[in-house]
Nanobody
Framework: QVQLVESGGGLVQPGGALRLSCTAS????????MNWYRQAPGKERELVAS???????SYLESVKGRFTISREYGKNTVYLQMNSLKRDDTALYLC???????????????WGKGTLVTVSS
């Protein structure tokens, strides 16, 4: 089995910063892309940022210039540095990764349980 565990959420004032972490563990052969999603109350889940094994990154338009995704490949860990946080960034942040558990098999999508980010004064 594969587990994704997030950490780093919390309460922060507008303009503040947080760094989220997510580590994948278990039976892992390869992870190409790792993603951060978020879901705010009453809203649909949205893709915030992605990073591939080659280091290619992409971002939700509203977080460009404020959030940075990075990755430690040997540890199957992905980070999300969030700066200049706004109230609209308040959400449950979830880590996601399609994981290949052995050669020859296609990737299976795994999710963490999420870490809550609350931006409020």
């Amino acid at each position: 089995q594969v587990q994704l565990v997030e950490s780093g959420g919390g309460l922060v004032q507008p303009g503040g910063a947080l760094r989220l972490s997510c580590t994948a563990s278990g039976r892992i052969f390869n992870i190409n892309v790792m993603n951060w999603y978020r879901q705010a109350p009453g809203k649909e889940r949205e893709l915030v940022a992605s990073i591939t094994s080659g280091g290619f990154t992409s971002y939700l338009e509203s977080v460009k210039g404020r959030f940075t995704i990075s990755r430690e490949y040997g540890k199957n860990t992905v980070y999300l540095q969030m700066n200049s946080l706004k109230r609209d960034d308040t959400a449950l942040y979830l880590c996601n990764a399609p994981v290949q558990v052995e050669p020859g098999l296609g990737p299976v999508n795994y999710w963490g349980k999420g870490t809550l980010v609350t931006v409020s004064s």
